[in-house]
């Protein structure tokens, strides 16, 4: 970094943490925002059997895709899924039986409190840990959520939100900076460390008028994330 001509990263909250941490000079650092692929054409069948293969049915979970590891705040996750089952119940809001919180991806480090908290919680039959997904999975996976929800504590960027949006699944992020400059208004946003505010946008999600808003805005602003763009910028 001290040594560099110049530096691109990829985003503003990102620029700001080198800035503050190196004391590099901004006009020393650019902006190139992630992009992301064109989702694959997936066959409807090819669906249904990777859905099948994970015991789970469209419309009917929650989804987290990236790796498993503290900054991800996923025991958070799970304990806040677990009071929104028992508030769907009390609620009868969508049969509360067929609701499932799937997590998917690699384990990171620090993830056996992950685990530990699925059995705390009570909730084994209602987790589901896909570990590694290959690309047809992970798309097969966004597009037949009711929403992804990333309650990181910190990130640099957040391309799961991206991708997401972009097969116009909704996202619920946490209110961190990067998410409120990538997302921007076209997602539910919660206190990180608030679990009734995430069982609050869980339920809200479920309305059909709420999914179909955030997520026609969601596939306006995947939109400005291509790669082409991203090469314009370097």
């Known amino acids: 970094i001290k040594n560099s001509k110049h530096i691109c990263t990829v985003s503003q909250f990102s620029k700001d943490e080198i800035i503050k941490t190196y004391s590099i000079d901004p ?15 997936i066959d409807q069948k090819v669906q249904n059997d990777i859905l099948s293969s994970y015991d789970l049915i469209s419309n ?35 049969s509360s ?54 309650p990181s504590t910190y990130e640099g960027f957040g391309i799961p939100a991206i991708e997401s949006m972009k097969v116009g699944t909704p996202v619920i992020v946490s209110t961190i900076p990067p998410f409120k400059e990538v997302v921007d208004n076209c997602g539910l946003f919660i206190d ?17 008028k709420v999914r179909q808003k955030y997520s026609l805005m969601g596939k306006q602003q995947a939109d400005k994330f291509t790669w082409e763009s991203t090469a314009k910028s370097i």
Do not use: C, H, R
């Not at 896909?130 to 037949?144: A, E, H, I, R, S």
């Not at 990180?192 to 059909?208: A, R, T, Y």
């Open 60 to 94: 009917t979970y929650f989804l987290y895709l990236g790796t498993l590891k503290p900054n991800k705040n996923i025991p958070f996750l799970i304990k806040s899924f677990a009071l929104f089952l028992k508030k769907s119940k009390n609620l009868k809001l969508q």
């Open 27 to 41: 006009q020393k650092i650019s902006i190139a925002y992630n992009g992301v692929d064109t989702p694959p054409k």
């Open 192 to 208: 990180p460390n608030n679990e009734s505010d995430l069982v609050e946008k869980m339920i809200e999600i479920l309305q059909p």
């Open 97 to 150: 039986n067929a609701l499932k919180l799937v997590i998917a991806g690699k384990k990171g480090w620090l993830f056996e409190e992950i685990f530990q908290t699925v059995k705390k919680e009570g909730i084994e039959d209602k987790v589901i840990f896909t570990d590694f997904v290959d690309n047809d999975q992970k798309w097969t996976l966004y597009q037949n959520a009711i929403a992804s929800v990333l």
